[in-house]
């Protein structure tokens, strides 16, 4: 099959007690996975006892089998939580509150990586004129249930990415005091990722987005384009994230003696993130996957 690598993940749940925490990484290393899911933890007012207690349990059995543990922390309570629970692999930015220096220095040394969806929050727009995009990926039901357009039409109006309104249809949105959602994930994520940084923290790109994928790429490197310079980004993508795979003596940069997976791009990719969108050829592994030269 002539497509991307793939690293598999399995499941723990850490609310069903540490033993089956345990039980449940044992089972995965019996498979020969490497990874586990992503745990999510409570974000406000922020982890429970019996998630910090099953986290534990998972973090101690996962070192012992080479395995590595991943969190969904969404809050700074949860993600500094994750970090004191061992965990060194933390998945999306805060997107329920402003991370503070001190939090994001605790993150810096213990060498803890990040990763982002950076755009969580933002809307997706398509001015009138624009092409439709795909809301969610053919033969899989509306993320967000009955209602849910199947595009994103060109009718330059905010949609969350599942394709319902935003930011209404944000999962788990921020309310005010009335209990309406207020769309602030957008700002928080942008602000985050910038303190987190500056604070020596590595920072790597992942999206979870429903959508086409190369739309969903695009509407991540604008959110990037906020905070972050072109070289900055391009260290995001490539050697961060490949840190974060622990792969980075295979990927991330080009050097003699790695997988040689190289994209040729028409246009500097320094000179704007449009340009990483217009990728005319694809080398995995030091063979041609995809050809678009003409």
């Excluded at 982890?47 to 080479?66: C, F, R, S």
């Excluded at 028409?266 to 694809?282: A, I, Q, R, S, T």
Aim: glycine letters at 12%; one cysteine or more; proline letters at 9%.
């Amino acid at each position: 099959m002539n497509g991307p690598r793939l690293i598999v993940s399995g499941p723990v749940n850490i609310r069903m007690g540490p033993d089956m925490a345990r039980q449940q990484v044992d089972d995965l290393a019996a498979k020969g996975v490497k990874w586990t899911g992503e745990i999510g933890l409570t974000p406000e007012p922020g982890p429970t006892d019996q998630e910090i207690e099953g986290l534990k349990a998972a973090v101690d059995e996962a070192a012992k089998k080479g395995i590595t543990v991943q969190v969904h922390a969404v809050s700074t309570p949860a993600m500094v939580a994750a970090v004191d629970a061992g965990v060194r692999r933390l998945v999306h930015l805060p997107n329920k509150d402003w991370v503070t220096r001190s939090a994001a220095q605790k993150l810096a040394s213990t060498n803890t990586i990040i990763l982002r969806t950076i755009g969580f929050g933002a809307p997706v727009v398509i001015p009138p004129g624009g092409a439709p995009i795909p809301a969610f990926f053919p033969g899989l039901p509306p993320p967000g249930g009955a209602g849910i357009p199947q595009s994103f039409p060109a009718d330059d109006k905010p949609r969350f990415r599942s394709g319902g309104p935003w930011p209404d249809s944000i999962v788990g949105a921020n309310v005010d005091d009335q209990g309406k959602p207020t769309g602030t994930e957008a700002g928080y994520t942008i602000v985050n990722a910038r303190t987190i940084r500056d604070q020596g923290v590595l920072l790597g790109y992942c999206t979870d987005t429903e959508y086409e994928a190369r739309a969903a790429l695009e509407h991540e490197l604008k959110s990037y384009n906020v905070v972050f310079s072109m070289a900055d980004m391009v260290k995001i993508m490539g050697s961060n994230t490949a840190a974060y795979l622990n792969m980075s003596d295979q990927l991330g940069t080009l050097e003699p003696g790695k997988l040689a997976d190289i994209i040729l791009q028409d246009g500097n990719p320094l000179e704007g993130y449009w340009n990483w969108l217009k990728v005319k050829l694809v080398v995995k592994g030091g063979r041609i996957a995809v050809d678009k030269r003409s």
